[in-house]
Every structure is written in structure tokens, then in C-alpha cells.
């Protein structure tokens, strides 16, 4: 990270270390250093703290086993906000990483989003890599079903070395897409790579020109084969995206600006696997949901599906998604948990009184 990307982060951020005790500074150093790639003096810098002082903590934390393979986030006190949204979504699980307190920046600048973006995606990155090592270390044989993104190609990234020789991964979506290291072919072979597993992908692009090509696609046995494997899975991984000139897709050319304003019109607020949704998670009615080439919500909601959000732009269209009912469990960076925590506890205030109270 650059100094000038340190200017633009908020005041709130670099002296908010100044109200907190040392094990909740020692957590906060860690993962800023660790996860948010900050060095020490950018470190200090947000903590509004020395680099001596530091030092010393990241010294302690080492000390302590607090820095591991992972940075142990429990001090952080995120269990409130992952209640509520477990219960407000009736989801098994919501894992959020520690907060960093860069959620809230009005007229932050293009630079300071990018930069609260990329530490999100990171510290979600590395709380996913965790938990799919756990996954693969429980289970015997496993199938593995992951989407694509910034967000899943940091997982994989961070996944480390694990021996998982028994476990397939399998692209949910057509794999034919942008070259780029966050595509559903690169980031399946990436995983297959570091855990010695077996790689499968939908050997078909994204998205079909036609509706008829789809049909043809979809009657290839490698293609008919592939989702077998998939609607095998044993877990699922996905992520989401906004549907603004800032997306994956747009930003890759795979969306037009006509495209963009056309969902937009339909109602869709956002994205998983190239299936575009509404405000309620629903697909919307557009011709290019009837082209995407890849696993449907109907199958999705029968199998058991992790959804990873890293960054607090992308909080409509994950609290849209994760009421689709396809959506089991939720790794989300702390950010974006607490605005997420929010929105529910305004929504519920807006709730009518009950009339049998």
C-alpha cells in the first residue's frame, strides 16, 4: 500500500487505537500488518500509535501463538452483529473478520475505495482459506464447488500448503471468460494446484450469444458431465457482485454500459456466477440470465453454499442474495458486517408493531 493510499484512509481509523486496551490493539496490529498489508509505519499511522509501540505488539503477538497460519479475531468482539445476521437470514453460520473501521468514509475518493476494498478482499480471502482447510482436513473425498472473483482468487492464494489429493474442485459456471488471475478456470487449477485435488471446469463460455447456442452448449457430454459433478458438491463457495461501472464484470468488459443500465431496468441489484438477481435474491427476467451458462439457484438451494463478501460496496446485493433462501453460511469482512448489522436493525424498526403485543 502506497503513502498516498495511507492519506486518504479516515481520521476515525488512526486514532481509534488510542481508546482500546493492549490485546484489542495487539489483534487490530496484526491484522492490519498480516492481513492488510499495511507495514509497521503505515500500521502505526492507523492506530495512531509509534512504530516502536508497534513493533512490540506484533512481537507479543507472535509471542502469544496469536499470529499463526491465521490471525486469531475472537478479541474483536464481532460476535453480537454475526448473531444478528445468522438469525435475521436463518443462515448455520456468519463468520466476520475484525473490523477495521473503514466502512463509513462519505466522499472518500476513488482511491481510498479501492484501497478499503482490497484490504476487505484479503481479510475475507484469508477467513475463507481457514475455513475451506478445516472443510478439507473433516470431510473424505469431498467436491468442491467454487464461483469466481477477486474474493474466491484470494482464498485460493491464501490457502496454503494442504494435501487434499481425495477432494475434486469444480467450476459452477462456464469457465471460458477474461483472461485474468480471478477467472473460474484460473482460480480452479490455482486450487486444484496447492491441494494436490483433481480440477474440473465448464468447458463453455460465461455467457452463450444465443439462447440456442446455450442448448447446444449444454447437450456436450463434457458439459453434461462437468454438472453432474457439480450438482454433486459437498459445499459450495461463492461470492457476489454490484452491479456498478466499479464490477468485476464491467470493469472486464464482460458487461456493457447498455447491458449494466438494461439489468438495472429489470430490477437486478446483483450477481453470483453471472446469475443476475433482484432486491428479494430472485433472477431477474433478462436475456442474459437465459444465456449464462451456469449452475441455476434451483440447484444451488439443494446443496450447502458459503457466501463470501469482502467490501461494503457490496452490501445490497449480498443482504438481496442472502435472501434467496441458496445461502447456508456467510464469511463477510467485519466492515461490511456491521453496516450489514445495521440495515437489519433499521429494517426492523420499520416493522409494523404486532398487534397481538
Not at 466522499?107 to 481510498?112: I, R, T
Not at 463453455?204 to 440456442?212: E, G, K, L
Not at 457439480?230 to 468485476?248: D, F, K, N, Q
Not at 456467510?330 to 450489514?340: H, K, Q, R, V, Y
Request: glycine share 8%; hydrophobic share 45%.
Amino acid at each position: 500500500m502506497s503513502k498516498s493510499d495511507t492519506n486518504v484512509l479516515p481520521t476515525t481509523v488512526r486514532t481509534m487505537g488510542l481508546r482500546e486496551n493492549d490485546e484489542e490493539l495487539m489483534v487490530r496490529a496484526a491484522w492490519l500488518y498480516h492481513v492488510g498489508g499495511f507495514n509497521q509505519e503505515e500500521t502505526a499511522a492507523q492506530l495512531g500509535l509509534t512504530r516502536a509501540r508497534v513493533n512490540r505488539l506484533l512481537s507479543e503477538a507472535r509471542e502469544q501463538g496469536l499470529v499463526t497460519i491465521s490471525v486469531d479475531h475472537e478479541l474483536v468482539g464481532m460476535l453480537p452483529v454475526e448473531d444478528r445476521i445468522r438469525e435475521h437470514f436463518g443462515l448455520d453460520f456468519c463468520r466476520a473478520t475484525p473490523a477495521f473501521g473503514l466502512g463509513a468514509a462519505p466522499a472518500a475518493g476513488e482511491a481510498f475505495s479501492e484501497a478499503r476494498s482490497r484490504i476487505s478482499i484479503r481479510a475475507v480471502g484469508l477467513a475463507s482459506a481457514n475455513f475451506l482447510r478445516a472443510k478439507l482436513a473433516a470431510m473424505d473425498a469431498p467436491t468442491i464447488g467454487v464461483g469466481w472473483g477477486r474474493t474466491i482468487e484470494q482464498m485460493g492464494l491464501q490457502l496454503g500448503s494442504v494435501r487434499a489429493r481425495k477432494a475434486r474442485f469444480i467450476s459452477l459456471m462456464g469457465s471460458l471468460t477474461a483472461n485474468s488471475s480471478s477467472n473460474p478456470f484460473e482460480v480452479v487449477q490455482a486450487l486444484a494446484r496447492r491441494t494436490g485435488a483433481e480440477g474440473y471446469v465448464l468447458p463453455v463460455p460465461f455467457i452463450a450469444d444465443t439462447v440456442a447456442d446455450k442448448e447446444v452448449f449444454l447437450s456436450q457430454r463434457p458439459v453434461s458431465r462437468a454438472l453432474a459433478i457439480a450438482r454433486s458438491a459437498s459445499l459450495c463457495m461463492i461470492s457476489v457482485g454490484e452491479l456498478t461501472e466499479a464490477a468485476l464484470l464491467r470493469r472486464q468488459g464482460m458487461l456493457s454500459r447498455n447491458d449494466l443500465e438494461s439489468l438495472r431496468a429489470a430490477g437486478a441489484v446483483g450477481d453470483t456466477n453471472g446469475i443476475f438477481f433482484d432486491n428479494s435474491g430472485r433472477p431477474v427476467d433478462h436475456e442474459l440470465n437465459s444465456r449464462t451458462l451456469a449452475v441455476p439457484f434451483e440447484t444451488l438451494r439443494e446443496l450447502p453454499v458459503v457466501l463470501m463478501v469482502g467490501g461494503i460496496e457490496k452490501i445490497a446485493a449480498a443482504a438481496a442474495l442472502l435472501q434467496s433462501g441458496i445461502v447456508n453460511g456467510l464469511i463477510i469482512d467485519g466492515d461490511t458486517a456491521l453496516a450489514l448489522g445495521d440495515r437489519i436493525a433499521a429494517a426492523e424498526d420499520r416493522l409494523p408493531n404486532d398487534p397481538r403485543s
